[in-house]
């Protein structure tokens, strides 16, 4: 019996001709921003002009966020070892994961369940955080090490309201942090990857992409900082770990 064809509705690929989703990869090139075409394939049809405008605010906003995350540290520290570029920025992206760069799916995930219950965002928002509270789980897309209000959060709300995109999930969201601040008396502000979990949940895009989204929108930022280090500094040079203290067993002999 004859293998059965691997079936994708993603790109049709012929002598002389690529189609994406059913449209000419030329006449995407022509006519398409970079934001239009990711939208396309992951979506399966072209953004309006609010989707687009959305789109290219996400898509910037986790562009790069300084050499200390771990994906750009692990990718910098992979080339100053020797290794070439692709390997350097795969490295980077292999250290995206639930800790770093996994908010946006696993928050994209409890808003997408949560907005289906009856109850008002701030309704909402009080059981969630109680609830969280009592299972001992904490909130993903939600605090900062360096930021009290996130300027990306900030602004993409901001474009969000401003073209009328803000839903019912982006005011949870909001009312979650607000909540968070109020049950624990801390700064527990909504961040970027939580923005972003609102917003693609508003667009109707499954919340397995989260993670996809981040990757996306870093990977220019690893190609930058693994050409700098290939440009600007020495293989082999001290990156970390920073200055520490041993704390383990004193000297002891075996014999």
């Given at each position: 019996m004859p293998d059965q064809p691997w079936k994708t509705a993603i790109t049709d690929v012929?002598?002389?001709?690529?189609?994406?989703?059913?449209?000419?990869?030329?006449?995407?090139?022509?006519?398409?921003?970079?934001?239009?075409?990711?939208?396309?394939?992951?979506?399966?049809?072209?953004?309006?002009?609010?989707?687009?405008?959305?789109?290219?605010?996400?898509?910037?906003?986790?562009?790069?966020?300084?050499?200390?995350?771990?994906?750009?540290?692990?990718?910098?520290?992979?080339?100053?070892?020797g290794n070439p570029l692709n390997t350097a920025v795969a490295a980077g992206v292999m250290t995206i994961g639930d800790s770093h760069g996994g908010a946006i799916e696993q928050c994209a995930r409890i808003l997408q369940e949560w907005v289906k219950r009856e109850g008002t965002p701030q309704d909402l928002a009080r059981t969630l955080v109680a609830e969280f509270k009592e299972k001992n789980r904490r909130m993903p897309g939600y605090g900062h090490r360096i930021h009290k209000r996130d300027p990306r959060t900030i602004k993409l709300l901001e474009i969000a309201e401003r073209i009328g995109y803000k839903g019912r999930i982006i005011e949870l969201a909001v009312a979650i942090q607000d909540e968070l601040e109020r049950t624990s008396g801390k700064d527990l502000p909504l961040n970027v990857d939580g923005s972003i979990a609102a917003i693609i949940s508003e667009m109707g895009f499954d919340w397995r992409l989260g993670k996809g989204f981040f990757i996306i929108s870093r990977v220019p930022g690893l190609v930058a900082h693994v050409h700098e280090e290939w440009t600007r500094e020495k293989t082999m040079r001290k990156m970390g770990p920073p200055p520490y203290e041993y704390d383990g067993p004193a000297p002891r002999d075996i014999g």
């Open positions: 012929s002598g002389g001709a690529i189609r994406v989703r059913g449209y000419d990869i030329a006449e995407m090139m022509e006519h398409l921003s970079f934001a239009d075409a990711i939208y396309l394939i992951l979506k399966g049809e072209l953004p309006n002009n609010q989707q687009r405008r959305m789109m290219e605010a996400m898509l910037v906003s986790s562009l790069d966020h300084g050499p200390t995350p771990p994906s750009n540290l692990a990718a910098r520290t992979i080339f100053s070892g």
